[in-house]
Nanobody, 126 residues
Framework: VQLQASGGGLVQPGGSLRLSCAGSGSIFSINGMGWFRQAPGKEREFVAG????????YYVDSVKGRFTISRDSAKSTVYLQMNKLKPEDTAVYYC????????????????????WGKGTQVTVSS
């Protein structure tokens, strides 16, 4: 499985960005996908997760109501719509996929992810 993330950039506080993560290869083996982020000097943290059928989603508290994760099955792509961005959202964002069952009712564990895309930088600054 290969994951290709895109969509990062520089945005002002209060602005929006949409990240995309396109999957290819043996994507039938995937049961869940998620977005993680890592700010300078901090550990990588879970941001949002979605079941492979797109039916259930889970978010870290700090992004609830602002970020939306979704999946386009036809394109094998997962999106992260980020609205009302804050400077503290600045980080490198990574998409990842897991083969084991994911219920969509809990955070994904970065140590348990099977596939990772390259990061995309998101900078929120005026």
């Amino acid at each position: 499985v290969q994951l290709q993330a895109s969509g990062g950039g520089l945005v002002q506080p209060g602005g929006s960005l949409r990240l995309s993560c396109a999957g290819s290869g043996s994507i039938f083996s995937i049961n869940g996908m998620g977005w993680f982020r890592q700010a300078p000097g901090k550990e990588r943290e879970f941001v949002a997760g979605v079941t492979w059928d797109g039916a259930r989603t889970y978010y870290v508290d700090s992004v609830k109501g602002r970020f939306t994760i979704s999946r386009d099955s036809a394109k094998s792509t997962v999106y992260l719509q980020m609205n009302k961005l804050k400077p503290e959202d600045t980080a490198v964002y990574y998409c990842a996929a897991v083969r084991s069952y994911y219920s969509g009712n809990r955070p994904l564990d970065s140590n348990g992810m099977d596939y990772w895309g390259k990061g995309t930088q998101v900078t929120v600054s005026s």
